[in-house]
Nanobody, 123 residues
Framework: QVQLVESGGGSVRAGGSLRLSCIGS????????IGWFRQTPGNEREFVAL????????EYEDSVQGRFHISRNNAENTVYLQMSSLQPEDTAVYYC????????????????WGQGTQVTVSS
């Protein structure tokens, strides 16, 4: 079982950047696909980006493609989400999640979740 903790959220103006971190413990971090998801009040959790256990595969939701970059350092049990050119519509609570084996954009099949970190982008 793996525990996940997100950090790096905050408040920025439109056009700004933030780097979120997801640190894992309690398991072999390198065995897990890590996904980033976000959620706004009254809405379902939505896919943002994911990275395979090896780091060789990364996928992005269309609206963040080219602005966000996901990476991982398994030696440090950390996955990063570099977010650039942030827009007000990126405002949400961002969660990282872990699952074994195959990559997936569906939040429902991820097994482990962090507590979330708030990202607020003002215009």
């Amino acid at each position: 079982q793996v525990q996940l903790v997100e950090s790096g959220g905050g408040s920025v103006r439109a056009g700004g950047s933030l780097r979120l971190s997801c640190i894992g413990s309690g398991g072999t971090f390198g065995n897990y696909v890590i996904g980033w998801f976000r959620q706004t009040p009254g809405n379902e959790r939505e896919f943002v980006a994911l990275i395979s256990w090896s780091g060789t595969t990364a996928e992005y939701e269309d609206s963040v493609q080219g602005r966000f970059h996901i990476s991982r350092n398994n030696a440090e049990n950390t996955v990063y989400l570099q977010m650039s050119s942030l827009q007000p519509e990126d405002t949400a609570v961002y969660y990282c999640a872990a699952k074994r084996t195959m990559v997936s954009r569906s939040p429902g099949i991820y097994d482990y979740w962090g507590q979330g970190t708030q990202v607020t982008v003002s215009s």
